[in-house]
């Protein structure tokens, strides 16, 4: 397993990997201490925008969380790796990959809050929208990468135009027939796509050990698709391996798999239990592999961090945290007639005379002076004449 | 006029050959769609005309299939996308129900999905098992997808362009057991009749007969043998299945007063039910009889040596007429 970063945070040297981590130096060095401060930072604020969604779902604000606890330094390391030309298909718990990508915390509670299915637009983000049917995504993922290939932004030898799919999912999601075939698919055409999977060791209360006899890393092997194992919580290591991948894949290459070997702190999602299925043992025994005090230490030990920094670090994820909370507390419902709005793209008569037949029904209760909640259902119909 | 006198599966390579022709963002995916032409040879040629980037030879992975059209429309493209058999678009069944027909809801209208899915739908050609399905109903009742039946040469060209350009996803069911009918097209004449809306092939004054696709043939029989005995049955193709043009269903049934739909899928919880239903409720002061359903039994599609028995034919449908006309 490929690890750069051990627990104490003593840094193991890796003659081919530092090298792709100082990329071609200067602001492409992903490893210089203003980098790391950075990723530190990223992980900081993620980890307590999760912790303030879990809060927001326990006073009834969200219909449900997935945190990612533990699974910060896959998640942004993951995040930075990537090129801003690249395309991301994540799951649903990849709150770091979303704030890598600058979507705002706030947008991904949409759809736990039940105010909307997606909350960013995938081209203008170039992130995919969350995905909960697991694997699915993988195929969409095999098939953008597919459309770059068509476009001619594959193998250019220009690093500004050249172009990779990342493809998000976890453990569980890999048992998912489609991501087998998402596999074939990717060897076939070698697709400029990285399948990267965060073995978190848990699909709800199924341990790795049940799901595969060998570790995820060698599954692809069969497909011909070259992978590594890598320590999901050391951040650099994370990394170095996906950057290789992505610049393998945008060379023209083919197709790459890795698998981070991490862990989910929390439970599956809000609605889950782990004390019937996993010992307490286990997570105190992951909490020493923390991947954000594991970064710490690092920096620590390079002397690029003081406790000016960690405490403007913890103030900044303060805020946010209450931003956050005043921003689902203030939000308000979505106007149920928006429902009718993008089930097609093109006008559906069936659609518009279901609308018109709500519109009539909440009509009713205007004269009774009833406050629905609704907007002004007459106001409405007359705009859509 | 350049109207040309094609079977239907030609009229559908000219549609997909103009569309290639017409877009470069169109391409094909299918399993042995490529230097073969595809298991009816419906694209046959187009490998040789646009290559093996627009026309893609797939592994055989029916989900791998639709779930990687979906990545290609959010890239830009307007994939076609062919399933060999109608038995075989389950595997598919998640990605087309969850995904395709979703994704632009979901991106709250900033993706479109212009997908169209071909596969070729119904029985009666002797083949074995899942070559003979009626899928229909499991797709017209998720919403976010569009389904497309043509019956004919002309429609099957028409409706593979304007599937091409919808924006939404398009379910195109071919009646594979029609597919070497020949019929007059005219690829330079875009019809007048939308591809949504349904089409009175035949005027009548006695009772609406509803059919779709595979069915149309035996609907036109009927009407000629019902003729025979003094009934005039009004004809409809559907055309569309999703959605389903009522306005041109529910104005015939206003004039004729009684409705049969036939179809080869199951009668359970079929197309017919829903159609059924919804005339019921939108014409019940016109209805002098109950809405009657001719299809398939509540069983899985029988072994090809009866499938004679498990299809509706001409006997069955004019039995239904007689039912109607009781009333």
């Not at chain 1, 606890?69 to 709150?95: F, K």
């Not at chain 1, 990267?196 to 341990?207: D, H, Y």
């Not at chain 1, 043992?281 to 992951?286: A, D, G, I, K, L």
């Not at chain 2, 006029?1 to 997909?16: D, E, F, H, Q």
């Amino acid at each position: 397993m490929i690890q750069l970063l051990a627990a104490d945070g003593t840094r193991t040297p890796h003659a081919e990997l530092d090298e792709v981590l100082a990329g071609r130096g200067g602001e492409d060095d992903l490893a210089s201490p203003q980098r790391l401060r950075g990723y530190y930072r990223d992980m900081v604020m993620i980890r307590a925008a999760d912790l303030e969604a879990t809060s927001l779902q326990r006073q009834g604000q969200l219909g449900l969380w997935a945190s990612a606890l533990g699974q910060e330094a896959a998640q942004i390391g993951a995040g930075h790796a990537s090129r801003e030309q690249d395309y991301l298909v994540p799951t649903y718990r990849e709150h770091g990959i979303a704030w890598a990508r600058g979507i705002e915390p706030w947008r991904l509670l949409e759809s736990y809050r039940g105010v909307s299915h997606g909350g960013w637009d995938p081209n203008e983000l170039r992130t995919h929208p969350y995905m909960i049917v697991l694997g699915s995504q993988a195929p969409h993922a095999v098939g953008y990468a597919m459309g770059l290939q068509r476009d001619g932004v594959v193998g250019t030898g220009d690093p500004e135009t050249d172009t990779a799919v990342l493809a998000l999912f976890g453990d569980g999601a890999s048992s998912e027939g489609e991501v087998s075939e998402s596999f074939t698919f990717a060897a076939s055409f070698d697709a400029p796509v990285v399948f990267f999977t965060q073995n978190n060791q848990w699909a709800i209360s199924v341990p790795t050990s049940v799901q595969s006899r060998v570790p995820l890393a060698q599954r692809s092997r069969g497909w011909g698709i070259p992978s590594v194992r890598v320590d999901g919580n050391d951040v650099l290591a994370i990394l170095a391996a996906v950057r290789e991948a992505l610049d393998a894949a945008r060379a023209g290459e083919g197709p790459r798999f890795i698998e981070a070997v991490t862990y989910r702190m929390a439970a599956h999602t809000t609605s889950d239990d782990t004390s019937r299925y996993r010992p307490s043992s286990e997570e105190e025994e992951w909490a020493e592999k923390d991947p954000i005090l594991r970064l710490r230490r690092h920096l620590e030990q390079l002397e690029e961090i003081d406790e000016a920094f960690i405490a403007r670090c913890d103030e900044e994820a303060h805020d946010l945290a209450m931003a956050l909370h005043h921003h689902i507390h203030g939000m308000e419902d979505p106007d149920p007639v928006g429902m009718f709005t993008h089930a097609y793209a093109e006008p559906h008569p069936i659609v518009e005379a279901e609308r018109e037949q709500y519109l009539d029904y909440i009509a009713q209760f205007e004269d009774e002076g009833d406050d629905v909640g609704r907007d002004d259902a007459a106001e409405q119909k007359g705009e859509l004449a | 006029m350049s109207s040309t006198n094609l079977p239907i599966a030609k009229a559908i390579t000219a549609g997909l050959r103009d569309a290639l022709r017409a877009d470069d963002k169109v391409l094909l995916m299918g399993e042995d769609i490529g230097v073969l032409g595809g298991v009816f040879r419906v694209t046959d040629g187009l490998h040789a005309e646009f290559g093996s980037q627009r026309v893609v030879d797939t592994p055989l992975a029916e989900a791998g299939i639709v779930g990687t059209s979906v990545g290609l429309a959010v890239r830009g493209y307007r994939p076609v996308v062919e399933i060999q058999f109608d038995g075989f678009v389950y595997p598919a069944f998640n990605q087309i129900t969850t995904q395709v027909a979703k994704m632009h809801n979901r991106t709250n209208g900033t993706v479109h999905m212009p997908i169209v899915i071909r596969i070729p739908h119904g029985g009666g050609i002797g083949a074995i098992e899942h070559h003979s399905e009626s899928p229909e109903a499991l797709f017209a009742h998720t919403a976010g997808l569009r389904i497309l039946a043509p019956s004919n040469a002309q429609d099957a060209y028409w409706m593979t362009r304007q599937a091409i350009e919808c924006e939404d996803p398009v379910i195109m069911l071919e009646p594979k057991k029609r597919y070497w009918v020949k019929g007059d097209v005219d690829p330079d004449q875009r019809p007048e009749l939308s591809p949504w809306q349904a089409e009175v092939v035949r005027p009548g004054t006695d009772a609406t007969l509803l059919a779709w696709g595979p069915s149309m043939p035996l609907a036109l029989e009927s009407a000629e043998a019902a003729a025979e005995d003094g009934i005039e049955l009004e004809v409809i193709d559907a055309r569309s299945l999703a959605p389903v043009d009522y306005p041109t269903i529910a104005a015939s049934v206003r004039r004729t007063g009684r409705l049969l739909i036939t179809h080869e899928a199951p009668v359970l919880g079929g197309l017919g039910a829903e159609i059924a239903a919804r005339l019921t409720e939108e014409c019940f002061y016109h209805l002098e009889a109950p809405v009657i359903r001719v299809g398939g039994y509540h069983l899985p599609y029988p072994p090809a040596r009866m499938e004679h028995a498990y299809l509706p034919d001409l006997d069955r449908v004019l039995d239904g007429v007689d039912r109607l006309l009781e009333h």
